[in-house]
């Protein structure tokens, strides 16, 4: 059975930093795609940033970019996302996924075949 366990989300204040991490079990994706997806309440879920095993390709929401990096530990099947210059706009529900995503398609969140529970991430101005 395929698990994505997302931690690491938690209550800081503007300007400051999380880092989220997302254990996989059941397979290895490693050549698969893994990415982060965001929630807040009353919204659509949106795209945060995806991270392409084989192609070794990252791809950031323009809302993210510069602020917040995506990495991976295959020995580990462990994806990550470091949060920095964090903003109350930032605050939602975060979500990791994988799936067989092309790396041209990352942002479609429809493409992916496994998701996690969600890890809530409030950021305080």
């Known amino acids: 059975q395929v698990q994505l366990v997302e931690s690491g989300g938690g209550l800081v204040q503007a300007g400051g930093s999380l880092r989220l991490s997302c254990a996989a079990s059941?397979?290895?994706?490693?050549?698969?795609?893994m990415g982060w997806f965001r929630q807040a309440p009353g919204k659509e879920r949106e795209f945060v940033a995806a991270?392409?095993?084989?192609?070794?390709?990252?791809r950031y929401a323009d809302s993210v970019k510069g602020r917040f990096t995506i990495s991976g530990d295959d020995a580990k099947n462990t994806l990550y996302l470091q949060m920095n210059s964090l903003k109350p706009e930032d605050t939602a529900m975060y979500y990791c996924a994988a799936g067989p995503v092309h790396t041209l398609l990352v942002r479609a969140a429809w493409k992916y075949d496994y998701w996690g529970q969600g890890t809530q991430v409030t950021v305080s101005s």
């Open positions: 991270l392409t095993w084989i192609a070794g390709s990252t």
């Open positions: 059941g397979r290895t994706f490693s050549s698969h795609t």
